[in-house]
Nanobody, 115 residues
Framework: QVQLVESGGGLVQPGGSLRLSCRAS????????MSWYRQVPEKEREFVAT???????IYANSVKGRFTISRENVKNEVYLQMNNLKPEDTAFYYC?????????WGQGTQVTVSS
């Protein structure tokens, strides 16, 4: 069973930065695609960014140029560096691991962008 634990959320002013982390248990991390999603109340969860096992990254248009996804397989961790944050980035951010048609989700971490 894979467990994902996110950290790094918090309150930040517009224009500020945060770095989210997600640590995975188990031994399949290096072979998995890792993604970040976010969700606000009464809306569907939306894709933010993904990084493949070969380090290829894709971003949602809304965060392109501001967010960077990265991973450290030695630590079983994936990161989301978020710069130039905007109020509309406020959401609960979730980490997702996917491999061979299986997926696992973390519990999420809250990011609030407000002055």
């Amino acid at each position: 069973q894979v467990q994902l634990v996110e950290s790094g959320g918090g309150l930040v002013q517009p224009g500020g930065s945060l770095r989210l982390s997600c640590r995975a248990s188990g031994s399949i991390f290096s072979m998995s695609a890792m993604s970040w999603y976010r969700q606000v109340p009464e809306k569907e969860r939306e894709f933010v960014a993904t990084i493949s096992s070969r380090y290829s990254a894709i971003y949602a248009n809304s965060v392109k140029g501001r967010f960077t996804i990265s991973r450290e397989n030695v630590k079983n961790e994936v990161y989301l560096q978020m710069n130039n944050l905007k109020p509309e980035d406020t959401a609960f951010y979730y980490c997702r691991l996917s491999i061979d048609y299986h997926e696992y989700w973390g519990q999420g971490t809250q990011v609030t962008v407000s002055s």
